[in-house]
């Protein structure tokens, strides 16, 4: 059965500090993606990563960075976290070739910056 | 203008109701298509895809008219099970896996 985990479900961190998500996917998919999903806006793509090392800035990227050292693995850090950043983070993967584009998602970390 | 548009609804619909629901979209090239649904506090799941005038799939059909640009699903004999938000998706560009969604249309359907 397809997997993606993500490290928390919850977090609260404070202004300023740094904050680190991981993703991690067992299905051996080469494309990763983070999104953020706010009320109203939808998901929008903060990075996304096409193979190990490979990344790539999406919409919103100001604020975040991203790193992938191993295909399975795929993190997005906050450098100075502030309080707009607080939102749902969506992790997802999908397969090179897959035709229906269907990325599995993971259940999401919900972080509040106060 | 955004590139996938939708009308947030809610939808409120009794069981067994018939609920439908469009999607607007920016790209005139877009050439596939997809209808994901996320449950309350949960991740998005693809429900369906579409790729040429339209797709059945059950309770669930979805339509497109490339003329004006836009897909629609439709729920026949809605289930308390259908409520959640439906996220209409458009790859941004042919052969990209770079998705773009809109903000999703909510249903609730009640007993």
């Known amino acids: 059965d397809v997997k993606v985990t993500q490290s928390s479900r919850y977090l609260v961190k404070r202004t300023g500090e740094k904050v680190f998500l991981e993703c991690v996917q067992d299905?051996?998919?080469?494309?990763m993606f983070w999104y953020r999903q706010d009320p109203g806006l939808g998901l929008r793509l903060i990075y996304f990563s096409y193979d190990v090392k490979m990344k790539e800035k999406g919409d919103i990227p100001e604020g975040y960075s991203v790193s992938r050292e191993k295909k399975e693995r795929f993190s997005l850090i906050l450098e100075s976290a502030s309080t707009n950043q607080t939102s749902m983070y969506l992790c997802?993967?999908?397969?090179?070739?897959?035709?229906?584009?269907?990325?599995?998602f993971g259940p999401g970390t919900r972080l509040t910056v106060t | 203008r955004k590139e996938v548009e939708q009308d947030p609804g809610p939808f409120n619909v009794p069981e067994g109701a018939t609920v439908a629901f469009n999607c607007t979209y920016s790209?005139?090239?877009?050439?596939?298509f997809f209808w994901y649904r996320q449950d309350c506090r949960k991740e998005p799941k693809l429900l369906m895809s579409v790729y040429s005038s339209g797709n059945e799939d059950g309770r669930f059909t979805a339509q497109l008219n490339r003329a004006s640009q836009y897909i629609s699903l439709l729920i026949r004999d809605s289930k308390l099970s259908d409520s959640a938000t439906y996220l209409c998706v458009v790859p941004l560009s042919p052969n990209d896996y770079k998705l773009s969604f809109g903000a999703g249309t909510t249903v609730t359907v009640r007993a």
């Open positions: 299905m051996d998919h080469e494309n």
């Open positions: 997802a993967s999908i397969s090179r070739g897959d035709r229906d584009y269907e990325q599995y």
């Open positions: 790209n005139s090239a877009s050439q596939s």
